[in-house]
């Protein structure tokens, strides 16, 4: 493999790895707070289907229109002029908001059920995959009637790739490590970036603030939290609201940049291999870099090698397919060594105990 | 003092439950501009005013009484076993091969060899995500989940290079032998004047189904085994008190699921296609857990829940070629019927003991 | 959880404070607490305010009496033990917890058949580790023989099953996350360990439920379970009968060896006497009883013989005519001095400190 290929590959990991790092760090936020959240899988399943579907809107309709009369001087001659009002941002941007406002609302659902109604987490966070599932064909082929997925999106109903200053000029010139700023470093949407930036931001949030603090109490010892006359409940909606956010985020990436549209079942499991990276990152935000950095790498090459050829026997292209759920299982099974979950974690607090 | 009585528990808050769901369904059918009602008339005209509309429906059933029963085993031991889906295509594998390889002289020992074959196979599919569970404490919910990506890939690759006779394109093997063939409900309750349940799929296995149904319920409420599962499903501390091991119950338990999960494919691989295809399944594995919640995890609720999913898979199918609503609306209603059955079960107790509360004070005064 | 001069430090800065005037609210079901440092008392009983009455003007038999509506026998009433052969023996007897930390340190001791020993200790010194290494809930090391025959500490046949089966029956501190399934029914509960027990299958493949139904019929009437209906989950028992549930599953089969954790914890003053009674019963029966208990009223009312635990060792091991409530409490400390030399018949432990370090708290 050469240094460009290898280039190619770590690039495309990057990619990849994009949306598992944010859905990772919306499970750390919602598993620090003590809920589990099977659901990372729909909410970012519904998130792509709306930004896909609002932003492949606007780039075809205005944000609104309305229609002036317009006469001559003097009053004669009169017609109706229709005026269309373009959104002042970008229709990807637009996507964006409503892919993190419909993954919201499948958080408040999963807050109602887990912390407001004390019911068990898992089995409301698969309703919500289930119904994320159902929904996003359902209403897409009510739409687009194209089967159950969005137009595909062109122009800026996606979000491009940002040159990073001095890309081309580095990269041709400075050996190795200007092929990697202009390859690896450089190129990506701004979407990468800003998961990227969740990451120290999550550290800091996490480990440097009262809010951070209160947050790991939480999940750890809800009563301590409680006696300490901090709202239980508040915090853990809050932390399934960043989580809603987050994975409203990981959604548009999918379909607005990652992708150009919205397909059905589009997410294919990429919710459960972000929880488990999670675990793999023992519920720790640079962890969970390092750790969907390298699932990343997996489903980089699943795609890029479909058949490899082993002196005579080639390994089947459905291996490679199942590659990244059975490396998932591996390192669940293997590789974790003891990973502790927070303690107080998918239990509903009771304030009478 | 209970709270409320065991009837309403087991009858009045999954009915509730059920009319939520049905209720919003509504207005989701209502926000695609249809008429909710028009629909249902379609649902039930199509699944139940015939014979053959309950051919289908009772077939559709006796695959979601196995996946409910298998996902119920698990629950007992709380054990959340998502992975029917998967366990359910590798029993079809097993299905196949015992209908394709072994020559049997008539269809009533090729169920039985079928069903050892499927459950067998669905058994084992659950058995690596059980040993994870139990001995090195990896989720099964996300185990199991990986494994139904992983089956579909299996499945993909032995029907597509080893099993697809020469010469076809179709990912599937070719056709069973006639002697395997299960006979339909057609075939069993037509006289020579009528001919009932024309056409529908619905066949032997549904007394296999029935039988599933009874088998859990002596093995959950009247074996030993069935005891110790439900111990350790509710209080693993004191399983360990009692020396009831959790590694053995969470092996068991599963082994058990994944058994019951490939039963499922002697109803839709050799009861139905005659030969193994790829989606067979059809999501029945995930309706599955709907079913088990409805039904309380009683083979009884599993079984009545099973006939109501039958129900509105069939008359989701009639939907989908009538209107324009598309089929996915059963997956929502399946997650709406999760949701209200299984993770806000408080929201629709709560009002409901509060009543029985207040009539029991009243009747107390 | 204090020592005895612990909780005498926190009643003293109780009384600074009430003498600088403070209004001090102190919720407690121990009477002693109640008699030393109040001055009015109230006693609630189901949820109402029975009485309230001057501290000065009342006694703890009057107090226990409000407390469960009718006459209580505070002391309990036995006779003198006649110690027959050893049951268990217990030798260098170490265990490490999940976290790898050592819980116990290396523990010896026997048990004689009609004989109770109690365990006394502040909790979290090794006391539950020994009730659950020797009822077969976790790992340990060392050597524990039961009528002189060795049982497995570690592996197969290390479990619960495997020590019911040699006669060690548990009574767990916990009833409620280990002694009881608290959704399943009393009937259930009942058999709860005892599973396999022949007498409870119908045939080879089904329990005989029916048969065990009308068994624990009986069993909680004997027992004075209340009220007495096995078909009523075990949440919906008062802690006092659930309690009396798992004494009764316990106690009635007649083990030789009957471990017993915090028997009457959260248990009403009623229930108190009424377990204390089969307690003794067994012992008197000339069975073994080996009890933990961080109520040192409890343990020297009962107990024949005391050990003393601290730190996951044994700090000292007596009669429990000559025990005081000072040795002990020094011991339960880690503390030796002649406070504890001054109790005739007690070996005392090298580990235990010969000087109390000063320590000074709050």
Known sequence: ?353 | MERMPTWADAVLVPLLSLILAAILSALVILAIGEDPLAAFKIMFDGALKSSAGWGYTLYYATNFMFTGLAVSVAFHARLFNIGGEGQAMLGGLGVALACLYIPWPHWTLAIVGASVGGALFGAAWAFVPAYLQAKRGSHVVITTIMFNYIAFSVLNYVLVNLLRPAGSMDPATEKFPPATHLPTFRDMFSTADTILFRGAPANASFFLAVLACVFVWLLIWRTRLGYEIRAFGQSETAANYAGISGVRITIVAMLISGGLAGLMAVNATQGEAERLILNSTEGAGFIGIAVALMGRNHPVGVFIAAVLFGFLYQGGAELALWTNIPSQLIIVIQALVILFTGALDNMVRMPLEAMFLALRRKEAR | MLTPAEADQLFRILARLRDEGKTIILITHKLREIMEITDTVSVMRRGEMTATVKTSETSPEELAELMVGRKVLLRVDKVPAKPGDEVLTVENLRVTDDDGIERLKGVSFTLRAGEVLGIAGVAGNGQSELLEVLGGMRPGSGSVRMKGQEIDLTGKHSDGQSRRARGIAHVPEDRQHEGLIMEFVAWENLVFGYQHDPAYQANRLLMDNAGILRAAQGQMERFDVRPPNPRLSAKNFSGGNQQKIVVAREIERGPDLLLVGQPTRGVDIGAIEFIHKQIVGLRDAGKAVLLVSVELDEIMSLSDRIAVMFDGHLMGLGPAETATQLGLGCLMAGLGGKDTTSMAGWTISDAAADEAPVEERV
């Open chain 1, 1 to 353: 493999m050469d240094f460009t290929t290898l280039l190619d590959l770590l690039d495309s990991s990057m990619r990849l790895a994009m949306p598992l790092l944010l859905a990772c760090l919306a499970g750390l936020y919602s598993e620090r707070a003590g809920i589990f959240d099977i659901g990372l899988e729909g909410k970012m399943l519904t998130a792509a289907f709306f930004s896909a579907a609002v932003a492949y809107h606007y780039s075809v309709h205005p944000l609104f229109s309305y229609e002036t009369l317009q006469c001559d001087p003097g009053g004669a001659n009169c017609q109706t002029v229709l005026h269309e009002v373009r959104a002042p941002i970008a229709p990807a941007w637009l996507g964006l908001l409503a892919g993190i406002a419909s993954s919201m609302a499948l958080s408040a659902i999963h807050g109602l059920a887990s912390i407001t109604f004390r019911g068990n987490q898992l089995i409301s966070g698969v309703a919500i995959n289930f119904l994320a599932s159902g929904m996003t064909v359902l209403v897409a082929q009510n739409w687009f009637r194209q089967g159950g997925r969005t137009p595909s999106l062109e122009g800026t109903a996606r979000f491009t790739p940002v040159d990073l200053p001095f890309a081309d000029a580095i990269g041709d010139s400075v050996p190795i490590l200007g092929p990697i700023y202009r390859e690896l470093i450089s190129g990506h949407t701004i979407l990468v970036y800003l998961a990227l930036a969740c990451v120290p931001l999550t550290w800091w949030i996490f480990y440097r603030t009262r809010f951070g603090l209160r947050l790991r109490a939480v999940g750890e010892n809800p009563e301590s939290v409680d006696t300490a006359g901090v709202s239980v409940v508040g915090l853990r909606f809050a932390a399934v609201a960043i989580a809603g956010i987050l994975c409203g985020i990981a959604g548009a990436y999918l379909a607005t940049a990652l992708q150009a549209g919205f397909v059905r079942e589009m997410t294919s499991g990429r919710g459960y291999i972000a929880l488990a990276a999670l675990i793999f990152a023992k519920w720790r935000p640079w962890q969970a870099l390092g750790a969907t950095l390298l699932f990343g790498l997996l489903q980089a090459i699943a795609v890029r090698f479909q058949n490899i050829d082993l002196g005579g026997f080639v390994i089947p292209v459905q291996f490679m397919e199942a590659l990244p759920y059975i490396l998932t299982v591996v390192i669940l099974a293997g590789f974790v060594g003891r990973a502790i979950p927070p303690r107080a974690g998918g239990e509903p607090y009771v304030k009478e105990r």
